[in-house]
T-cell receptor, first 116, second 112 residues
Framework: NAGVTQTPKFRVLKTGQSMTLLCAQD?????MYWYRQDPGMGLRLIHYSVGEGTTAKGEVPDGYNVSRLKKQNFLLGLESAAPSQTSVYFCASSPAGWRVLGYGYTFGSGTRLTVV | AQSVTQLDSQVPVFEEAPVELRCNYS??????LFWYVQYPNQGLQLLLKYLSGSTLVKGINGFEAEFNKSQTSFHLRKPSVHISDTAEYFC??????????FGRGTSLIVHP
């Protein structure tokens, strides 16, 4: 099925460990985003990409790195996990520019990460 | 700059009652507005959107929203809710950029 696929769906990390979350979309969307969702905080943008090979910081980028080597994939990395990074992470994609108004944003089903 | 305020973090309501979820926005330019719904343990799905034209927008599952430019609001309504409408609802705004800003969400809890 077309859409945004996130792996893994669940993960438990120890403080200081590293990991990479993978987001893959098959809709040929130019833009991709990583959000974190915390109770009472809504969705906060971590990083985003407006095209292959580009990345930009969002609202809460500290402690995360991203890469977009291929148009269909957007990776989110945690180099040294901290308990404050316990959250649900969502990836989203959209067409570029004015076309996003008609299509909206397509979200993955999320990755639930716990850092102990 | 753009921002969104969802005035209620939680809205409890009985089944078949009407409901209104409030959303106010701020932007220095013309805006496009969206409502998304998130069912438990799922990602967000587009419920409806306002781009231009009629200020009353109809979406899926019987929801509608009204754009009020003078009050900078985009409230979501449904005349009769069902248990299955229990979910988190997010209002989002697009202003000068194509990166949306989401509100903090409103949890709609429908009681039998």
């Amino acid at each position: 099925n077309a859409g945004v696929t996130q792996t893994p769906k669940f993960r438990v990390l120890k403080t200081g460990q590293s990991m990479t979350l993978l987001c893959a979309q098959d809709m040929n969307h130019e833009y991709m985003y990583w959000y974190r969702q915390d109770p009472g905080m809504g969705l906060r943008l971590i990083h985003y990409s407006v095209g292959e090979g580009t990345t930009a910081k969002g609202e809460v980028p500290d402690g995360y790195n991203v890469s977009r080597l291929k148009k269909q994939n957007f990776l989110l990395g945690l180099e040294s996990a901290a308990p404050s990074q316990t959250s649900v992470y969502f990836c989203a994609s959209s067409p570029a520019g004015w076309r996003v108004l008609g299509y909206g944003y397509t979200f993955g089903s999320g990755t639930r990460l716990t850092v102990v | 700059a753009q921002s969104v305020t969802q005035l209620d973090s939680q809205v409890p309501v009985f089944e078949e009652a009407p409901v209104e979820l409030r959303c106010n926005y701020s932007s220095s330019v013309s805006v496009y507005l969206f409502w998304y719904v998130q069912y438990p343990n799922q990602g967000l799905q587009l419920l409806l959107k306002y781009l231009s034209g009629s200020t009353l927008v109809k979406g899926i599952n019987g929801f509608e929203a009204e754009f009020n430019k003078s009050q900078t609001s985009f409230h979501l309504r449904k005349p009769s809710v069902h248990i299955s409408d229990t979910a988190e609802y997010f209002c989002a705004v697009l202003g000068g950029s194509y990166i949306p800003t989401f509100g903090r969400g409103t949890s709609l809890i429908v009681h039998p």
